[in-house]
């Protein structure tokens, strides 16, 4: 990943790909204090366009917030170095790092002086479940990894330590032979996946769990507003792993996974045990947006 050509944005100026480097000391690499976002951009007619890029920017502040971490850079800034990071690597679409972190200055927990950098990578990535499972749908197992306690990490930060336990699960799940976890509260609702929000659809209404210990997603918010929109039902609410294995439908949502399909979960089949109508007519709706070709949705791009 490190070895390769190109320019990343980093703490201002746009760097070599191979010299984008950082001290063994950072701080954030010792105890994963630091704050990120998954960005995509996409080809449309006209031009390559960032999808919801105000979204993450704010979010990717609301997480600094919640760490007390200040990040050096103005919002418009930080708005800025994304478009460059995939028009500065001629990319026609793209998905896009910025991350937040603390220096080398200090060690310890209690290090003060610790200053905050800021990056912005972006690079060619395809589907993140892969592509010929957006038809298929992906096989999903219910994770020995509890998702995090909301008094124990912060879950409306997307923070670089959160990630730990989005790693057991997923290395857990691959292990064992299926595509991605599905990850329970600590008092045993469904969460959300190791990097996706997680929908289920039962006589035609959806569901979706409440945002107590699930990361409040960009796609999640995307895909609520356009069943609304569609005059499909949406409720948040508790779900249990049971009432999964006898929905018609499962979906999940994310920057890098988009919409994908589920089709079993636990060697369960879903539904029919392939993507359902549903799932189709939401996911399809999301790709003609995000490609700009939707007019009305067009105010959620910013083309580079
Ligand atoms: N949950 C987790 C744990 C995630 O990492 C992500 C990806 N950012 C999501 C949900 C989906 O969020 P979004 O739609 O904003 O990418």
């Not at 200040?70 to 708005?79: D, H």
């Not at 927990?109 to 499972?133: K, P, Q, S």
């Not at 969460?191 to 039962?202: C, D, Y």
């Not at 069943?227 to 006898?246: F, S």
Request: aromatic fraction near 10%; hydrophobic fraction near 40%; charge should be negative.
């Amino acid at each position: 990943m490190s070895d390769r050509d190109g320019l990343i944005w980093l703490d201002g100026e746009l760097v070599p790909w191979r010299d984008a480097k950082t001290h063994v000391l950072t701080h954030t690499l010792h105890y994963g204090m630091g704050v990120f976002e998954g960005v995509r951009a996409y080809k449309t007619d006209q031009g390559t366009a960032i999808f919801r890029l105000q979204e993450h920017t704010d979010r990717l502040f609301n997480s600094a917030k919640i760490l007390r971490m200040n990040i050096p850079y103005s919002k418009a800034q930080l708005n800025e170095a994304q478009r460059a990071a995939v028009r500065e690597n001629k990319l026609d679409s793209a998905y896009i790092r910025p991350m937040c972190f603390y220096g080398s200055e200090g060690m310890g927990l209690r290090a003060d002086n610790l200053e905050v950098h800021a990056m912005v990578a972006a690079w060619t990535w395809g589907a993140y479940l892969g592509a010929e499972n957006m038809e298929k749908g992906i096989r999903i197992k219910t994770s020995s990894y509890t998702r995090h306690h909301v008094n124990i990490t912060m879950c409306k930060a997307k923070a670089n330590g959160n990630y730990m336990n989005s790693m057991l699960a997923l290395r857990e799940a691959l292990e064992d032979g299926y595509d991605e976890a599905l990850l329970l509260d600590a008092e045993g609702y469904v969460a959300e996946g190791s990097g996706e929000n997680f929908f289920l659809v039962k006589d035609g209404v959806i569901y979706t769990p409440d945002l107590t210990s699930a990361l409040d997603g960009i796609t999640r918010k995307t895909l609520m507003y356009l069943a609304n929109e569609l005059g499909i039902e949406i409720r948040e609410k508790r779900i249990t792993r049971d009432e999964v294995y006898i929905a018609d439908e499962a979906f999940f949502s994310g920057t890098a996974a988009e919409v994908t399909p589920i089709r079993e979960l636990d060697r369960r089949p879903i539904g029919a045990g392939a993507r359902g109508p549903v799932t189709e007519k939401l996911q399809s709706l999301y790709f003609d947006i995000v490609h700009g070709r939707v007019e009305k949705y067009r105010h959620w791009l910013t083309y580079v």
